[in-house]
């Protein structure tokens, strides 16, 4: 799975388990239902004092193993897209390989 992946099946797990806000939403658009997931995700998030990809994960992950290998991939992808060292990166984010 890659983090947009993460992201969509996070979002409906979250909607899944929010039937207020699907209560709420349901006669919107679909681009405008999907738009107000995604804030009450965030919003979400910011409450939790979390990123949004972290609640993502914690979301659809099984089991506190796979979060934890869930996040490394994560931070895996970060550390190339900014093209740095992997353990220059741990190092920096104080990061467990």
């Not at 349901?26 to 939790?48: G, I, N, R, T, Y």
Request: glycine share 4%.
């Amino acid at each position: 799975m890659n983090t947009l992946e993460w992201n969509e099946a996070a979002l409906a797990k979250y909607l899944a388990t929010h039937p207020t806000l699907r209560d709420e939403i349901s006669a919107l658009s679909p681009k405008e239902q999907q738009q107000q997931v995604q804030w009450a995700f965030e919003d979400e998030a910011e409450s939790q004092g979390i990123e949004t990809w972290e609640l993502a994960l914690e979301l659809i992950a099984e089991s506190p193993e796979q979060l934890q290998s869930m996040r490394l991939e994560a931070h895996r992808q970060v550390a190339e897209a900014l093209g740095m060292d992997w353990e220059e990166y741990c190092g920096f984010n104080d990061i467990q390989p």
